[in-house]
């Protein structure tokens, strides 16, 4: 099983259709924007010498989000949201797509950048979503 790579128009159908995201950026860059409906589950914490590991996050991730939920996994620019996705496979979850572009957007080999959920012009919620922050994922129950 290979993670999916997920341009950010598939990832709006992806949703559309029912899909799950789950941001795995840390908690203060999910409340300056993010998509819709997704959750906040960081897999790094922004801490005072820089990012730090979550050491909880695959326990939250397989006690809040069931192993057969589609989900799309996004980050910043698509590299910790691809290793979070990774992790997911590695465990056992049957449908994990990786926004590639992240919110910001990525770079090829070449340096030449592809635009991201935010530059594409899709829906964004600022602050603290109630019900989809990281506390509130945790308390989440699978589907």
């Not at 691809?82 to 997911?88: H, V």
Request: hydrophobic share 35%; proline share 8%; glycine share 12%.
């Amino acid at each position: 099983m290979t993670v999916k790579s997920v341009s950010p128009q598939e990832t709006q159908s992806l949703l559309d259709a029912g899909a799950v995201y789950v941001d795995v950026r840390s908690e203060p860059e999910f409340e300056a924007g993010h998509p819709p409906g997704s959750f906040n589950v960081p897999l790094l914490h922004a801490g005072p010498a820089g990012m730090v590991p979550n050491p909880e996050f695959l326990e939250v991730m397989q006690r809040c989000f069931g192993k057969t939920e589609r989900l799309v996994m996004g980050c910043r620019s698509g590299q910790r949201s691809l290793r979070a996705a990774e992790m997911l496979i590695q465990a056992g979850y049957a449908d994990v797509s990786n926004l590639f572009t992240g919110w910001e957007g990525s770079r090829d080999a070449f340096g030449r950048m592809t635009p991201g959920w935010r530059a594409e012009g899709l829906p964004v919620e600022l602050g603290k979503t109630a019900g989809f922050r990281y506390d509130d994922a945790k308390q989440r129950s699978p589907k």
